[in-house]
Nanobody, 123 residues
Framework: VQLQASGGGLVQAGGSLRLSCVASGRTFSNNGMGWWRQGPDKKRDFVAGINWSSSATNYADSVEGRFTISRDNAKNTLYLEMTNLKPEDTAVYYC?????????????????WGQGTLVTVSS
């Protein structure tokens, strides 16, 4: 089972990026999915989560209104649309698949983790 994240890069403050995460080895269409990030302080923080059917999402306060999580179950792919990026959004972003169907915000709820993709926002 593999979760492959991509789409990171260097962007100026105020800019946008779209991250993608493709799952292989099994389908996660019945699982909640999420994005997490690890900044310079090395703490892994929840960014956004989405339930299995895309009917429910939740976001960290710091990204609410700027980031949008979505998924395409037919393509086994998770997305994170990031707009109005700020230097404090600089981090390695990870996608993860939850153990259950809802949009979990606790790390213990996630069973599978992808490798990260680096997002750097310059001021």
């Amino acid at each position: 089972v593999q979760l492959q994240a991509s789409g990171g890069g260097l962007v100026q403050a105020g800019g946008s990026l779209r991250l993608s995460c493709v799952a292989s080895g099994r389908t996660f269409s019945n699982n909640g999915m999420g994005w997490w990030r690890q900044g310079p302080d090395k703490k892994r923080d929840f960014v956004a989560g989405i339930n299995w059917s895309s009917s429910a999402t939740n976001y960290a306060d710091s990204v609410e209104g700027r980031f949008t999580i979505s998924r395409d179950n037919a393509k086994n792919t998770l997305y994170l649309e990031m707009t109005n990026l700020k230097p404090e959004d600089t981090a390695v972003y990870y996608c993860a698949a939850a153990r259950r169907a809802w949009a979990a915000s606790a790390a213990r709820e996630y069973a599978y983790w992808g490798q990260g993709t680096l997002v750097t926002v310059s001021s």
